[in-house]
């Protein structure tokens, strides 16, 4: 992914097309974000950008699971480490993909990154964040995989139209 790409650096709010229970959205519009506040008001801004060897690098934890295809990008693992509570909220969104969808599974592009390709206060950064889509690379399950993400206990999902953008506390 390169830098500009957007990823929640921006994103309108917008009304959710459709909820299960409470105000929970079921699905997300391309384009649009829940809670409709900014990301940083919801899971906090980074403090500093994790550097491996750090005490902060030797906290992330490796999210891979058998239910999980990692595209590991820059092939040097660094996509499948994050936070812990990350990992939780993940490995739930696996398991509700699998249920939605037979046969697919969940897909994860980014998660910590430590080349700077995001915008410069980004999530990633922390390993707090993750960028997802269906194994199938179907863009119009999209929206309902931000609804799962949500169901799963992401406190941030965004809907960036090319992929689900979750964080974390
Ligand atoms: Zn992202």
């Known amino acids: 992914m390169l830098f500009g790409s957007g990823c929640a650096e921006t ?28 990301e940083a008001r919801i899971v906090g801004g980074i403090s500093t950008r994790v550097k491996r060897g750090s005490p902060a690098f030797r906290r992330l934890v490796r999210g891979a699971t ?34 939605e969808w037979p046969g697919v599974r969940l897909r994860v592009t980014e998660a910590w990154d430590e080349d700077s390709e995001h ?9 707090r964040a ?20 949500i169901q799963a206990g992401f406190d941030w999902v965004s809907h960036e139209r090319d992929h689900v953008h979750a964080s974390v506390r």
Do not use: C, Q, W
């Open 11 to 38: 994103g309108a709010p917008g009304p959710p097309l459709g909820r299960d229970s409470g105000a929970r959205p079921a699905a997300l519009a391309p384009g649009t974000h829940f809670p409709p506040v900014s």
């Open 66 to 99: 058998p239910s999980i295809v990692f595209k590991d990008e820059e092939a040097t693992g660094a996509d499948l480490l994050m936070t812990p509570r990350l990992r939780t909220r993940l490995h739930e969104l696996a398991r509700l993909v699998t249920r």
């Open 119 to 127: 915008g410069e206060n980004s999530i990633h950064y922390e390993g």
């Open 130 to 149: 993750v960028d997802v889509t269906t194994s199938d690379r179907d863009r119009r399950k999209l929206g309902r995989l931000a609804g799962l993400a």
